[in-house]
């Protein structure tokens, strides 16, 4: 048997608060599944399982906060499934081929009654997607068409959270919306179970399924009603600890790495240009914007110049065999994380943009995967956006490197022994003296700024 354990979501992570399962004892999972969702003091993520087997059982209830390498369950590995009680399947041999669907489609077809052997999967190998569980037919349209109704019914109140009926903002956890808005359950007329109120994934599950018995809304009214939590001590709480997280990381960053940092002008007419010329071909959706460049070149650098691309472990540097690129993400609430783009130096131009798009979105609402923020093997952050032209940060330990970029700006500049007026942006390197020197920092400049100037080969 093999212990599932609280990761570590990032270097200052010790401790997290399970939110909620997507599992149950029993369940067959496959390495790379979401199997639960975890809050740290930044953000909730989504946790993959690194096991292929059958959960034997659940260590952790919901709510329950405890620290890093906690046994969270017991997961019997794959050499034991085959010897569970398998009954005989001679099923349709097309289906058995598939991979088999994960545990949050499996929830999701339950809940709705989809047949899976019914779905045709969209996903790599024939495998069932999330999205292909809505698209299949769907037997009990009728029944839950009418579920829908009785969860906000018309003339009756709906039942609602205390936190929504004096806010009119609804405490949700990121699961509960997506299910919600999945299976069109307004979160407003959901009665949450979950701490202070919050709704949580099995209450939206309860109006999916019917199973809610949504008493209180004739039968009393007048019910007392708990205090409402107070909604800006709960963000400020939560601000103030997202806060000091990063302060520690920082300190400890700016304590234990001896810093050296460099900096560069790059011109970036002939990206602009190039870019120009690609975006004549392209629908404005698809569109590319100076970022894409820039980060596929310092993915590509940190690939040319490996002494910046790892960690920094048991007193020694640890090159990465790929470069995981970090992008520092400012989150609306304040506050930032730097999930991984996985593998970007492989990436092309227009594939890195829709990657970074996919990760800020989830980042900013709450569903990264414990995955991309453990592994960035170097991090760039950029401040541009909102002006400014140069940032020299702070690494992020165990990595060795963080490379800043500035504002794209029009500076008047000498080419060719001529005078005029170009786009440049300040591009910077903070990196470890444990690991590189300022040579080392200069030849990764240098990369970024030739893949720069051609970006056609980018």
């Given at each position: 048997m093999t212990e599932f354990t609280m990761p570590a979501l990032g270097a200052d992570m010790t401790e997290g608060t399970l939110l909620e399962w997507l599992i149950h004892p029993g369940d067959q999972v496959h390495k790379g599944d979401i199997v639960a969702v975890v809050d740290t003091a930044k953000a909730a993520i989504e946790v993959e399982c690194f096991e292929t087997g059958v959960v034997e059982r659940l260590l952790v209830e919901p709510d329950e906060t405890v620290p890093v390498g906690?046994?969270?369950?017991?997961?019997?590995?794959?050499?034991?499934?085959?010897?569970?009680?398998?009954?005989?399947?001679?099923?349709?041999?097309?289906?058995?081929r598939a991979p088999a669907p994960t545990p949050l489609v499996r929830r999701l077809a339950e809940e709705r009654g989809v047949d899976l052997s019914t779905v045709h999967g969209t996903g790599p190998g024939g495998r069932i997607t999330r999205a292909d569980v809505p698209a299949a037919p769907q037997p009990e349209a009728a029944s839950r068409q009418t579920r829908k109704a009785t969860a906000p019914p018309v003339g009756a109140a709906p039942v609602v959270s205390p936190l929504a009926r004096t806010t009119g903002r609804v405490r949700a956890t990121p699961m509960a919306r997506r299910l919600a808005a999945e299976g069109g359950v307004d979160l407003a007329g959901v009665r949450g179970t979950g701490t202070d109120g919050a709704i949580r994934a099995a209450d939206v599950r309860a109006v999916l399924t019917g199973s809610e018995t949504a008493p209180a809304a004739q039968t009393a009214p007048t019910v007392e009603v708990?205090?409402?939590?107070?909604?800006?001590?709960?963000?400020?709480?939560?601000?103030?600890?997202?806060?000091?997280?990063?302060?520690?990381?920082?300190?400890?960053?700016?304590?234990?790495?001896?810093?050296?940092?460099?900096?560069?002008?790059?011109?970036?007419?002939?990206?602009?240009?190039?870019?120009?010329?690609?975006?004549?071909?392209?629908?404005?959706?698809?569109?590319?914007?100076?970022?894409a460049l820039l980060l596929t070149a310092a993915a590509r650098a940190a690939r040319e110049?490996?002494?910046?691309?790892?960690?920094?472990?048991?007193?020694?540097?640890?090159?990465?065999?790929?470069?995981?690129?970090?992008?520092?993400?400012?989150?609306?609430?304040?506050?930032l994380v730097a999930p991984a783009i996985h593998c970007a130096a492989d990436l092309s131009p227009s594939e890195l943009m829709a990657r970074l798009r996919d990760v800020v979105a989830r980042a900013r609402s709450g569903r990264l995967r414990g995955s991309e923020t453990t592994d960035p093997t170097i991090t760039v952050t950029s401040l541009g956006d909102q002006g400014v032209e140069a940032v020299f940060g702070v690494i992020y330990p165990p990595q060795v490197a963080l490379v800043g970029l500035g504002k794209v700006v029009d500076r008047p500049c000498a080419v060719d022994g001529l005078l005029g007026v170009r786009p440049v942006v300040t591009a910077t390197l903070s990196a470890d003296h444990r690991a590189s020197d300022?040579?080392?920092?200069?030849?990764?400049?240098?990369?970024?700024?030739?893949?720069?100037?051609?970006?056609?080969?980018?």
């Amino acid at each position: 048997m093999t212990e599932f354990t609280m990761p570590a979501l990032g270097a200052d992570m010790t401790e997290g608060t399970l939110l909620e399962w997507l599992i149950h004892p029993g369940d067959q999972v496959h390495k790379g599944d979401i199997v639960a969702v975890v809050d740290t003091a930044k953000a909730a993520i989504e946790v993959e399982c690194f096991e292929t087997g059958v959960v034997e059982r659940l260590l952790v209830e919901p709510d329950e906060t405890v620290p890093v390498g906690t046994p969270l369950a017991v997961i019997n590995p794959v050499g034991a499934v085959t010897q569970l009680p398998a009954p005989a399947a001679p099923a349709e041999p097309t289906a058995a081929r598939a991979p088999a669907p994960t545990p949050l489609v499996r929830r999701l077809a339950e809940e709705r009654g989809v047949d899976l052997s019914t779905v045709h999967g969209t996903g790599p190998g024939g495998r069932i997607t999330r999205a292909d569980v809505p698209a299949a037919p769907q037997p009990e349209a009728a029944s839950r068409q009418t579920r829908k109704a009785t969860a906000p019914p018309v003339g009756a109140a709906p039942v609602v959270s205390p936190l929504a009926r004096t806010t009119g903002r609804v405490r949700a956890t990121p699961m509960a919306r997506r299910l919600a808005a999945e299976g069109g359950v307004d979160l407003a007329g959901v009665r949450g179970t979950g701490t202070d109120g919050a709704i949580r994934a099995a209450d939206v599950r309860a109006v999916l399924t019917g199973s809610e018995t949504a008493p209180a809304a004739q039968t009393a009214p007048t019910v007392e009603v708990p205090p409402a939590p107070d909604r800006h001590a709960e963000t400020a709480g939560r601000s103030e600890a997202m806060r000091r997280a990063i302060g520690d990381l920082m300190a400890r960053s700016k304590r234990e790495i001896p810093h050296y940092y460099l900096s560069t002008t790059i011109d970036l007419g002939p990206a602009v240009a190039w870019l120009r010329e690609q975006n004549r071909e392209l629908p404005v959706s698809e569109r590319l914007v100076p970022a894409a460049l820039l980060l596929t070149a310092a993915a590509r650098a940190a690939r040319e110049v490996p002494q910046l691309n790892g960690f920094f472990t048991d007193g020694r540097f640890v090159p990465a065999p790929e470069v995981h690129l970090g992008v520092a993400v400012s989150l609306r609430g304040g506050g930032l994380v730097a999930p991984a783009i996985h593998c970007a130096a492989d990436l092309s131009p227009s594939e890195l943009m829709a990657r970074l798009r996919d990760v800020v979105a989830r980042a900013r609402s709450g569903r990264l995967r414990g995955s991309e923020t453990t592994d960035p093997t170097i991090t760039v952050t950029s401040l541009g956006d909102q002006g400014v032209e140069a940032v020299f940060g702070v690494i992020y330990p165990p990595q060795v490197a963080l490379v800043g970029l500035g504002k794209v700006v029009d500076r008047p500049c000498a080419v060719d022994g001529l005078l005029g007026v170009r786009p440049v942006v300040t591009a910077t390197l903070s990196a470890d003296h444990r690991a590189s020197d300022g040579a080392t920092g200069a030849r990764y400049l240098a990369a970024l700024e030739r893949l720069l100037r051609k970006p056609e080969e980018l």
